[in-house]
């Protein structure tokens, strides 16, 4: 491979690699998790009484079809007894992303003093903060902000890139239901015989 080439991927492998490297510094997802325990007070419909470890009484209402795990198997609120242990376990998810959006616009301009430009699309007036080394295409030409002049039209597609936090929440309930006791067993009767005490 000669200098030249040399050189030319070098720069091209460099390149490459800062681009890969800000889009990964872009693209960042963080993970958090929240966990709540209970124990069930009071269960009827879709009315559910929580103590929670603190202490406090939480009033939750929940939606008929809702089901919850408790004890490997899926159950509704209505099946809940009072003394079943619920923990809730909250998976939120953050990630940044890029939206491209692109959209025809056909203005006119009304005053380009970089970098700001002033246009009139249909019956409204924009002021506009344009980033240096943007081109226009007018009339088929190329030209620059500063190359814009009063009254020219410019018709063409924009395609803007705007960052986004999309946020998605994920909710796991499962329970531990409270160990049955066994009733006694009647047995007998026992008599007590009382005496009188002079």
């Not at 002049?149 to 705007?162: A, D, P, Y």
């Amino acid at each position: 491979m000669n200098r030249i080439a040399a050189n030319t991927f070098w720069q091209a492998s460099t390149l490459a690699l800062l681009s890969t490297l800000s889009v990964g510094a872009w693209a960042q997802t963080t993970h958090q998790i929240d966990v709540n325990r209970g124990t069930v007070v009071y269960a009827s419909g879709n009315d559910l009484t929580i103590r929670m470890e603190d202490g406090t009484l939480k009033h939750v209402v929940v939606a008929s079809d809702y089901r919850l795990t408790v004890d490997g198997k899926q159950v509704s609120v209505n099946d809940l007894k009072p003394g079943t242990k619920l923990t809730q376990t909250i998976t939120t998810t953050t990630e940044e992303q890029l939206v491209t959006q692109v959209r025809t616009v056909d203005v006119k301009v009304l005053e380009a003093k970089p970098p700001n430009l002033t246009i009139a699309s249909g019956d409204k007036i924009k002021h506009l903060r344009v980033p240096e080394g943007t081109k226009f295409t007018v009339n088929g030409k190329e030209m620059l902000l500063a190359d814009l002049r009063e009254g020219m039209r410019i018709k063409g597609t924009v395609v803007t890139t705007v960052p986004k936090t999309v946020e998605y929440r994920a909710r796991k309930v499962t329970g531990e239901a409270p160990k049955e006791v066994e009733a006694p067993v009647f047995i007998g009767v026992l008599l007590i015989e009382q005496t009188d005490v002079p």
